[in-house]
């Protein structure tokens, strides 16, 4: 079932996502939901708060972008009660763009390494690193379970000149190829 996808402004995005147990209902049901949502929108990740829930769960698939790096296209993961433990000091920016904020691109700076702990879909445990495209993509989707948007992270002048577009998110304004849920 795909699922409608809350925008800029939805109160559930600036929420601290909370952990989950194993019999967290209709779990499996919700993962499938949640990659029918992000294939459909033709997103590469997408985390539970985009869809309503405020919850300690991700998916990300960059099968999408195999054809052109396919060094990471098999990269496909559920995280489920993920927390990142080292965040490498080394910076590196690269353009983001996110489901819930339809039309805009930006430029990040982001760690270029980091390692995360995190439950798989049948909760057994894993530690990973990650490091340059990857580790920027978990990034920002963990960030959507900490209640922050790529946005938070440019410049104030770059913000400054998103505001009207932001705006009109907010307002519901802006036209996607996919549902959405505006504040
Ligand atoms: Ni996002």
């Known amino acids: 079932m795909i699922l409608p996808i809350y925008t800029y402004g939805s109160a559930v995005l600036r929420k601290v996502a909370q952990p989950i147990q194993k019999d967290y209902p209709k779990l499996d049901e919700l993962i499938k939901n949640m ?3 992000m294939y459909h929108a033709e ?3 997408l985390a539970a708060p985009q869809i309503g829930l405020p919850i300690r769960l991700l998916i990300i698939d960059l099968e999408p972008l195999k054809e052109d790096n396919p060094e990471i296209g098999n990269f496909n993961k559920t995280m489920i009660n993920p927390t990142i433990i080292e965040f490498d000091d080394e910076k590196v920016a690269g353009e983001e763009g996110c489901l819930s904020i339809p039309g805009i691109h930006e430029n990040v700076l982001r760690a270029k390494r980091i390692k995360i702990k995190f439950l798989d879909q049948d909760f057994n445990e894993h530690t990973e ?3 340059d495209f990857i580790a920027r993509v978990v990034q920002h989707e963990y960030d959507h379970l900490e209640g922050n948007l790529f946005t938070d992270k440019v410049s104030p002048i770059r913000r400054q000149l998103l ?3 932001i705006t009109s998110i907010i307002k519901g304004k802006t036209a996607t190829s996919y549902k959405i849920k505006s504040a």
């Open 43 to 45: 997103g590469i990740g």
């Open 35 to 37: 990659h029918e949502t």
């Open 163 to 165: 505001k009207s577009k």
């Open 129 to 131: 690193v990650y490091d």
